[in-house]
Each structure stands twice: as structure tokens, then as C-alpha cells.
């Protein structure tokens, strides 16, 4: 079967409506630890970020060279 731009939007319409009816408690605990994380210096508007961006290119540099080797069986 050949999925059709009807058939994406449809899937969307009803991935959105059981989205809807969801309903995500959170713990007063699991606030007050975003909000910890949120309020740290380097989280805020301004703060220098670009080591994150050395760090994921370093990252994938480590791993460019990996090659899946076949599970023995």
C-alpha cells in the first residue's frame, strides 16, 4: 500500500485527539527539580552555550567511525 498525503493527515487528526485526552501528573518534587534545573546560570537567556555544540561535534566524532558488526548466532 502506497500511503497517501490523506492518509498522513488523518493519522495526525487522530495521534491529536488521543493526545488530547492525556493527562500527565506531575509530582511536586519533579517541579521544584525543573525548576532547579531551569534556574541554574548557564540555563538562562544569554548564557554562553557553545561548548554544548564542541561537545555533540566531539561526540560524533567518536562514533563516525563505528561499524555494526554482526550479532554471532
Request: net charge neutral.
Amino acid at each position: 500500500m502506497n500511503p497517501t498525503r490523506e492518509d498522513g493527515l488523518r493519522t495526525l487528526q487522530e495521534s491529536s485527539e488521543l493526545a488530547a485526552e492525556i493527562r500527565i501528573e506531575l509530582t511536586e518534587r519533579y517541579v521544584r527539580l525543573i525548576e532547579a534545573v531551569e534556574a541554574l546560570p548557564e540555563n538562562q537567556a544569554g548564557a554562553d552555550k557553545s561548548g554544548r555544540w564542541r561537545g555533540g561535534r566531539s561526540y560524533w566524532r567518536f562514533f563516525e567511525g563505528a561499524r555494526r558488526i554482526p550479532r554471532a548466532e
